[in-house]
């Protein structure tokens, strides 16, 4: 056995962070030198009065806006019958819905409500939400919330479907999968105005191009969400099913999507608020309910009715949270 000797030294371990400490102080003064090169460049430019050489040789902007002008007007003049086939069935459901939830009496809507959330989460999430909905009718406004409760849901259920399926989709595919997500980050990254001018375009004002600007708005999470769910289940039990004889389908509908709920759901909620986000903005091309109330009230200069009925909205978006998460923590507490 090999004894030290007092000449031999330990490795110091300082040495070894030496060569990154090097590293991050070259990176930095690069990025220095390169600030402070830009900043030289223009302030020679604007000294000597040489920007007209830095301009753009070539203008696209007016090709460009012209060509989406003609073929939005080539689709708005073909297609008038897929779009009107859109319009009349969205303000149909929509139509039923409102006046379904008009008309059904406040104290069963709020009992509806109360065993609902105490059914799916727990009693007090339950009170507390129907205790909350009952406010809503306080200041009345119940009219107006039972619309945007209206557009919500037929939103979210057009959300659900089709995002339900391209997650599926994107879940059983790498190539799909890796297809949408660039398409994802961008619908997530763009403003929320955006989303109301494929609506205006194609559908002009009114709940049809709410419904649409909403459901563009709202369905990267259920995308996303479901796409996640259902590759992060455990593998081991995926491979039990094969082992038993499970088809493709089976695997998917019985032992992927059940065990994948909790995720889904997270999904479905972070929908569901998105939605809700989009009921003041959406009031601008003429949806009514509580975006329509705010819209009115802050263009007229009344702060309280614009603070009622955004509290409002705030309400309805704790309401649909609370019951939701209830029901995903159920539902993962059964699971474990």
Not at 94 to 106: E, I, Q
Not at 222 to 233: A, E, F, H, K, P
Not at 238 to 253: D, H, I, K, N, Y
Request: charged share 15%; aromatic share 8%.
């Amino acid at each position: 056995m090999r004894s030290s000797t007092p000449n031999e030294t330990l490795p110091n371990p300082d040495d070894h962070q030496s060569p990154p400490a090097i590293v991050r102080f070259k990176g930095a003064f690069l990025v220095l030198a390169g600030v402070g090169f830009a900043l030289l460049v223009s302030f020679l430019v604007h000294r000597f009065d040489i920007t007209g050489a830095l301009e753009f040789p070539v203008d696209i902007g007016n090709p460009l806006t012209n060509s989406i002008d003609g073929a939005v007007e080539w689709l708005v003049i073909n297609l008038a019958w897929f779009f009107d086939a859109i319009s009349d069935n969205l303000k149909f459901a929509l139509g039923k819905l409102r006046d379904f939830l008009v008309w059904v009496p406040w104290p069963v809507t709020v009992a509806t409500v109360l065993v609902v959330g105490w059914k799916v989460a727990t009693f007090k999430i339950g009170l507390s939400s129907a205790v909350a909905l009952a406010l809503i009718g306080a200041v009345d406004l119940w009219e107006s919330a039972m619309i945007t409760v209206a557009i919500m849901m037929v939103s979210v259920a057009i959300s659900v479907v089709i995002g339900l399926t391209i997650g599926v989709l994107a879940s059983r595919s790498n190539l799909v999968d890796a297809g949408i997500r660039p398409l994802l980050d961008g619908m997530q990254t763009m403003p929320a105005f955006v989303y109301l001018v494929p609506g205006i375009m194609f559908f002009g004002l009114g709940n049809v191009p709410a419904v649409i600007a909403t459901v563009l708005y709202s369905i990267p999470p259920c995308i996303r969400l479901t796409n996640l769910g259902i590759r992060q289940v455990d593998p081991s039990v995926v491979e039990a099913g094969r082992a038993f004889g499970s088809s493709r389908m089976q695997l998917l509908t019985k032992v992927q999507i059940p065990l994948a709920v909790p995720t889904i759901m997270a999904g479905i909620n972070q929908t569901v608020m998105l939605a809700l986000a989009m009921a003041t903005i959406a009031a601008m091309v003429g949806a009514g309910g509580l975006g329509l109330e705010v819209l009115r009230a802050m263009g007229q200069l009344e702060q309280g009715d614009a603070f009622v009925a955004g509290l409002a909205i705030v309400i309805l978006a704790i309401i649909v949270d609370r019951i939701s998460q209830g029901y995903i923590s159920s539902r993962r507490r059964s699971t474990e």
